[in-house]
């Protein structure tokens, strides 16, 4: 699958998940997988075509995401980092197995609820600013853009599977990020017009941010498996997604109906993230990538 272009600079390249069913199908498709050592989640180093890969499970939502990343980009220094999963629709455009590229991802979870009726203010977290003496702390950002060449990248990605696939739709927009998942249509609505968010789901948010402040260039990429609707929710799979039980192997995962729909959706969002790497451009200059990507207040 990998068209390695004469000339092109081999990269490491991060590519993390939440859960073994959604990094799976990446698993099957890259070489020379195996298991390396890594103080958060699991974590494969594999190669594609001349690329170096580092595969991560983080575990659902975000602190396990911010961590596990962190994690990835102190002990492997990669180039680039790609978010790939699953995530709930919150336009009606988009259909079960359609791809979001998000353009920017946003904290939907992060400000102050206040008063009585309730009401809430979002904004996001302060983070801290290194290389400044008197402001210790930024301006409270909320909002993260995915690197704009990786973007282009996954746009012409997009096309070329488009002509293989029709009927699956690719789109560009924001995706939202919270600790709750999702399914209310008065919640998925709230977000959806304070945001004019197109997905939502638990860990983009985080992601993003743990690598826009380590300066490396990166993009989420989702499947939608579900509309985030409650009537999509049977009660079967809200008690497996509540449930404390462990999952102790792959196979247990696998093992579920839930798991299996997530595998078979990831598929469209991981196959995307695979035909963006190939399209990254011969003259790509790493040092330029992550001056490009920005951040917002909300």
Do not use: C
């Not at 959604?22 to 699991?42: F, S």
């Not at 919150?90 to 998000?102: I, W, Y």
């Not at 009585?116 to 290389?131: K, Q, T, Y």
């Amino acid at each position: 699958m990998a068209k390695q272009k004469t000339g092109e600079s081999p990269l490491r390249i991060g590519v993390l998940s939440a859960l073994v069913s959604e990094i799976e199908p990446l698993l099957g498709w890259v070489q020379h997988v195996r298991r390396i050592p890594t103080p958060v989640g699991l974590l494969y180093q594999a190669s594609y075509g001349e690329h170096e890969l580092f595969l991560g499970v983080a575990g659902t939502q975000k602190t396990n995401t911010a961590a596990a990343l962190q994690a990835l980009i102190t002990g492997y220094s990669p180039d680039v980092l790609f978010f790939t999963g699953v995530a709930g629709s919150l336009d009606p455009e988009l259909s079960l197995n359609d791809v979001v590229l998000a353009s920017s991802v946003v904290h939907h979870d992060a400000g102050v609820l206040y008063g009585s009726p309730l009401a809430f203010h979002p904004f996001g977290p302060r983070i801290v600013d290194e290389a400044s003496e008197h402001a210790a702390l930024w301006g409270r950002v909320n909002r993260f853009d995915s690197d704009r060449r990786l973007l282009r990248a996954a746009r012409q990605a997009a096309i070329k599977l488009t002509s293989s696939a029709p009927d699956r739709k690719f789109k560009e927009g924001v995706i939202a990020t919270g600790d709750q998942v999702v399914f209310s249509s008065e919640k998925r609505q709230q977000i959806r017009d304070q945001f004019e968010a197109l997905a939502v789901e638990t860990e983009g948010a985080a992601f993003a941010q743990v690598a826009w402040t380590n300066k490396v260039p990166f993009l989420v990429v989702r499947s939608i498996s579900d509309d985030a609707h409650e009537q999509s929710l049977s009660p079967e799979k809200l008690e497996r997604i509540v449930s404390a039980i462990a999952i102790h192997t792959p196979e247990e995962e696998a093992g579920n109906e839930l798991a299996r729909t997530i595998n078979t959706v990831a598929e469209s969002a991981a196959a995307l993230v695979l035909a963006t790497i190939d399209e990254l451009p011969d003259h790509l200059l790493l040092n330029g990538l992550a001056d490009s990507a920005d951040s917002e207040a909300v």
